[in-house]
Structures are given as structure tokens and as C-alpha cells.
């Protein structure tokens, strides 16, 4: 079946780096644009980066961009998020998504989802 398994999340100090992994499975990982989400308790899902189908074409929400940065590696089958500079205020479960085709921004357009992944950052 489809699955997308995160790892690499974990505490680390404000001013330290993390390394996030999604392994995907069950699908044509090279027709799928990829997105990383996060969401903390009693918010909403919110848009982190995407990259595209070929690896071309990023995007990144304006509180990551200079320190964050989205990767793919088709021939494994897997996308990278890079977190550099962490903040307490990335705290968050990261979520790494798929939609068939073009790149996206949006949450309600992504219609398979990992299971998550607990990125704390401490003061």
C-alpha cells in the first residue's frame, strides 16, 4: 500500500540542526510533488515547503525560508527537509506529504500523508 514514514525528528537546541526524512513507498514516487507540513496542538496544519516532481521547483513559507531546505532523491525514493538555525517556535509535528503532479502549497491538497514526526526546539 501507499506509505510515507518520516524519521529524524528529536530535541535539539535553538541554533542547532535537523535532518527530516520521508521514505515513500507504494507509489511512483517521481510523478508525486512532495510537501513538508507542521502543526502544534490546537492549530492547524500549516505549509512548510514543497518541492516538484523533478526537483526543480521549491517553495518555502516565508518564517523558513534562508534556514530550511527541501530535497528529493528519486532513484531512493525519499525527500529531505534540512533544518538549519532551529527556533523554539518550529516546535511542531512535521508531516511529509504527497499529490499526484504539479507543486502546491496548500494543506486540503495533499491527499496522502505521513504519520509525523516531533521536531522540539529548546530555549
Known amino acids: 500500500q501507499v506509505q510515507l514514514v518520516e524519521s529524524g525528528g528529536g530535541l535539539v537546541q535553538a541554533g542547532g540542526s535537523l535532518r527530516l526524512s520521508c521514505a515513500a513507498s507504494?507509489?511512483?514516487?517521481?510523478?508525486?510533488?512532495m510537501g513538508w507540513f507542521r502543526q502544534v496542538p490546537g492549530k492547524g496544519r500549516e505549509f512548510v515547503t514543497a518541492i516538484s516532481r523533478g526537483g526543480d521547483s521549491t517553495r518555502y513559507a516565508d518564517s523558513v525560508k534562508g534556514r530550511f531546505t527541501i530535497s528529493r532523491d528519486n532513484a531512493k525514493n525519499t525527500v529531505y527537509l534540512q533544518m538549519i538555525n532551529l527556533k523554539p517556535e518550529d516546535t511542531a509535528v512535521y508531516y511529509c506529504a504527497a499529490r499526484i503532479r504539479n507543486l502546491r502549497i496548500g494543506v486540503s491538497e495533499y491527499h496522502i500523508w505521513g504519520q509525523g514526526t516531533q521536531v522540539t526546539v529548546s530555549s
Open positions: 507504494g507509489l511512483t514516487f517521481g510523478s508525486y510533488a
